[in-house]
């Protein structure tokens, strides 16, 4: 898995006038939970870069102080407005306990149907992955070798030896769907065989129709 580091500051108070000034300042307030206790902080809004403006996922080191936690990013607030980063909650894990990460998924393998047209639709561009650290998988493969029209890939089909996926199991992830060019096509091609099939007879039947006169 991925680790960015990021480093900190104790908050001095946790009320909104503290709040207030950390934003103004460029900072981000915020809270690790988890662990014993609760560590209240802010960082500056800079440090999110390679954390929130990414498709990938991440352990993140926090520093604060002579002290580093080992967290993932659990949830994160945008002021309405500006869409700046308004405060983002932090989660301390130990290495034997599990937990759960929304985990990116990457699509893998050539799709027959795509080649006769089909097209690619996918529902899910992340799945619910509850694992012990350091068995958390960074993505998710799902392949779709052999997908015909029609045909699709749940959650149900998802193996994983050392990870569980919570999603619902009938939910599913990408399917190979017809187009309307490839629906209109076999439309025409259907509709053409019975005069190809007409013409055969049409042919033999001209020759009797001859000899009777």
Do not use: W
Request: aromatic residues 6%.
């Amino acid at each position: 898995m991925r680790v960015v580091s990021m480093s900190g500051s104790l908050r001095e108070g946790v009320g909104k006038k503290d709040a207030k000034k950390i934003r103004k300042d460029g900072g981000v307030p915020c809270v690790i939970y988890g662990g014993k206790e609760q560590v209240h902080f802010f960082t500056d809004s800079k440090s999110f870069l390679k954390v929130v403006y990414t498709p990938e996922v991440c352990f993140i080191h926090i520093e604060i102080g002579d002290k580093t936690y080992e967290t993932i990013l659990q949830d994160m607030q945008f002021h309405p407005v500006t869409d700046n980063i308004y405060h983002a909650d932090f989660m301390e894990f130990v290495a034997g306990k599990p937990i759960i990460m929304n985990v990116p998924i990457r699509i893998s393998g050539t799709a027959p149907g795509v080649l006769k047209g089909g097209k690619i639709v996918q529902k899910f561009r992340k799945l619910k992955i509850k694992a012990l650290p350091a068995q958390m998988p960074e993505f998710i493969d799902v392949s779709i070798e052999g997908l015909e029209i029609g045909q699709s890939v749940k959650v149900v089909d998802i193996k994983g030896d050392n990870y569980t996926v919570l999603d619902n199991k009938n939910n599913t992830i990408i399917g190979i769907s017809i187009t309307r060019a490839a629906e209109e096509a076999a439309a025409a091609t259907a509709a053409a065989a019975p005069a190809v099939a007409a013409a055969p007879k049409a042919a033999a039947a001209a020759p009797k129709a001859a000899a009777k006169k």
